[in-house]
């Protein structure tokens, strides 16, 4: 069964174990990292793509990601710190492989200088 943990953790494995790339977008409001696309997840999965969808939508209710018409799918602060907990915590060597451990320690440290409740604009 899916869940936005299951769609989080597969979102990690293709940006740091298929895809060696993290898109990150950094402005006034914190730390966004783009996710993959929906259809992408939904393949590695192996589930259809409609089937991520409604997840997608809770999550952008919980205030995890934004989607943009257009541009995709980026993390808000909370889900940008959520994604780094993972990331520190379960895939340290391939995101050391990835980012390197100063650019992560940088990322992590500018994730936290936004309140858990602020919201993206």
């Not at 209710?61 to 799918?73: D, M, Y």
Request: hydrophobic share 40%; net charge negative.
């Amino acid at each position: 069964m899916l869940s936005e943990s299951i769609l989080l953790t597969a979102a990690i494995e293709i940006m740091l174990r298929l895809d060696y790339h993290v898109a990150i977008q950094a402005g006034p409001d914190g730390i966004a990292i783009r996710l993959p696309t929906t259809r992408r997840l939904a393949e590695y999965l192996g589930v259809p793509h409609y089937y991520v969808l409604p997840h997608f939508a809770e999550m952008e209710k919980n205030n995890l990601i934004q989607r943009k018409e257009r541009v995709g799918i980026s993390t808000t602060p909370r889900g940008t710190r959520m994604l780094l907990s993972q990331m520190g915590d379960e895939y340290a060597e391939e995101t050391n492989a990835v980012l390197g451990d100063d650019l992560f320690a940088l990322l992590q440290k500018r994730a936290l200088l936004i309140s858990p409740d602020d919201q993206v604009s």
